[in-house]
Nanobody, 114 residues
Framework: QVQLVESGGGLVQAGGSLRLSCAAS????????MGWYRQGPGKQRELVAG??????NYAASVKGRFTISRDNTKDTVSLQMDDLKLEDTAIYYC?????????WGKGTLVTVSP
């Protein structure tokens, strides 16, 4: 069974940085398509950044501030978040697509304070 476990969330002041990590397990196939989503207070879940064999993509709101990367040997994907803004406050979810099925982690809370 596919499992995704996020870590690295917390409280940070605006302008600061955080690094989220996601450890994937439970599939005998490579986690080729992975990504980070977030859901802010009163908002819908949205894609923050994705990574696959074809490259990376970012939401316009985080481009230039966030960087997604992966370690294929460890099946982990990370999200480096710099210059955090108040509007980045959200629960961040790791996602993996395995043969068309989306799997989700339980999420990690990121709170950006003034």
């Amino acid at each position: 069974q596919v499992q995704l476990v996020e870590s690295g969330g917390g409280l940070v002041q605006a302008g600061g940085s955080l690094r989220l990590s996601c450890a994937a397990s439970g599939s005998s196939f490579n986690f080729n398509v992975m990504g980070w989503y977030r859901q802010g207070p009163g908002k819908q879940r949205e894609l923050v950044a994705g990574i696959s064999t074809r490259g990376t993509n970012y939401a316009a709101s985080v481009k230039g501030r966030f960087t997604i990367s992966r370690d294929n040997t460890k099946d982990t994907v990370s999200l480096q978040m710099d210059d955090l803004k108040l509007e980045d406050t959200a629960i961040y979810y790791c996602s993996a697509n395995v043969f068309g099925i989306n799997y989700w982690g339980k999420g990690t809370l990121v709170t950006v304070s003034p």
